[in-house]
């Protein structure tokens, strides 16, 4: 028989799930679940259990720890989109929300279509050559429309909006230009 003593687990309280997005909206772990969302990016299962537990070690230490859980009691975790061991970073927008089991299986892969990882460096990307004023217009309008075509539903409305943001820039930037030569002229 073994003396050394194993971690004891026991729940505290349940809080209420409106809790995660006003007390712990700006918490470093629970802020991912209240701004990205409590569904898993994969299985789609949601967190609706906000439990906080109480871990004593075998020193009889302890340590109070919140967590979100589904109905059924699945762990929901925050996952590094690319991972830490790929050269990820712990930027807010590097992160999403999983299951415990789902991240388990995904590991320390880079997995580009969970989440929306791979878009939003595209779209700052597109956002970096329209700034840059070595590039075509036609080009940016071109990737933008090919973009479009390639991503969910509800990113793609928003790219619309981008695209025709950008252009009502380029027509007043032109009006603007021609005025301007106009009064030189003059």
């Not at 309280?13 to 007390?23: C, D, G, Q, R, V």
């Not at 109070?64 to 590094?80: A, Q, S």
Request: net charge positive; hydrophobic share 30%.
């Amino acid at each position: 028989m073994s003396n050394k003593r194993k971690k004891i687990n026991i729940i505290i309280t349940e809080y209420p799930i409106e809790k995660l997005y006003t007390s712990f909206k700006n918490h470093r772990r629970l802020g991912v679940f209240a701004k990205k969302g409590r569904k898993c990016v994969c299985c789609h299962i949601e967190g609706t259990r906000l439990i906080k537990h109480r871990i004593i070690n075998r020193n009889r230490s302890y340590a109070d720890h919140i967590d979100l859980y589904t109905k059924d009691l699945i762990l929901m975790t925050v996952d590094h989109m690319l991972p830490k061991c790929k050269g990820g970073n712990e930027k807010f927008r590097n992160k999403q929300t999983m299951c415990y089991k789902c991240n388990q299986s995904k590991g320390g892969k880079y997995v580009p279509f969970l989440g929306g990882f791979s878009w939003f460096y595209r779209l700052e990307y597109l956002i970096k050559m329209f700034l840059n004023t070595n590039r075509k217009f036609k080009k940016i309008k071109r990737l933008c429309r090919r973009f479009v075509k390639n991503i969910k539903k509800k990113i793609s409305h928003y790219l619309t909006m981008l695209i025709d943001f950008i252009s009502y820039l380029r027509y007043n930037k032109n009006e603007s230009e021609k005025k301007i030569n106009e009064s030189v002229l003059e």
